[in-house]
């Protein structure tokens, strides 16, 4: 098995590689770079991200042993890990998403991570929203909407039951649906 990982490898071949021979992590770094990186910089930006997520794949590593492919695959294994990082930059999270929403819409710039900034600045009642959420409401649905996990991932991620991921989403959309419609009385 090479570095260059195909489609068809499935994750428990990828644990069995490396479980033989660590050096074959990287085909996990190759398949879930991206994914982790777009997540981290919609959550924290691009600044961030690359220490954020190089620190995911680093933890991983140290806990490849640890990883149990009967409890669930690598990509949300990997999300957990860099939810809780991004954890840590919780206070910072919500202090820019304040200060985006008080922003006028900044011009278009390249990048993914800076379209999702772009957009929020743009809708300064979305900025709030996700200022108000508290920080389980606002993992759900940033996993959702940057990670594109499943709930079944959201909760293997996160370490909550299903109907926990349902909930905090509930409320979430519901944070935001109350603010959009305040936004649009005042218009």
């Known amino acids: 098995m090479t570095a260059d990982v195909s ?3 499935t994750d428990a071949d990828l644990v069995a590689a490396y479980r033989r ?3 074959l992590f990287t085909a996990v770094y190759d398949r879930y770079l991206r994914d982790i990186y777009r997540y981290v910089a919609g959550r924290l930006g691009a600044q961030v991200a690359e220490d954020i997520t190089a620190e995911t794949f680093l933890l991983a590593f140290d806990r ?3 990883f149990d492919p009967e409890v669930g695959g690598l990509r949300p294994w990997l ?3 860099a939810t809780n990082l991004v954890a840590r930059h919780r206070r910072k999270e919500a202090r820019r998403y304040k200060a985006l ?4 819409p900044a011009p278009v710039v390249e990048g993914h991570e800076h379209r999702v900034v772009t957009s ?3 809708q300064p009642y979305l900025a709030m929203a996700l200022a108000s959420l508290n920080g389980g409401e606002r993992d759900v ?4 909407v940057l990670g594109q996990l499943s709930y079944s991932e959201i ?3 996160l370490g909550i039951s299903l109907g926990t991921v349902g909930s905090r989403l509930s409320r979430a959309r519901a944070k935001i649906r109350a603010l959009n419609d305040k936004e649009t009385t005042h218009e």
């Open 155 to 157: 909760a293997q991620a």
């Open 21 to 23: 021979d660590p050096e």
């Open 101 to 104: 929403a008080r922003l006028d």
């Open 141 to 144: 649905l940033l996993l959702m």
């Open 7 to 9: 489609e068809q490898v």
């Open 64 to 66: 490849r042993d640890r």
């Open 120 to 122: 929020v600045s743009a």
């Open 79 to 81: 999300f957990g890990f």
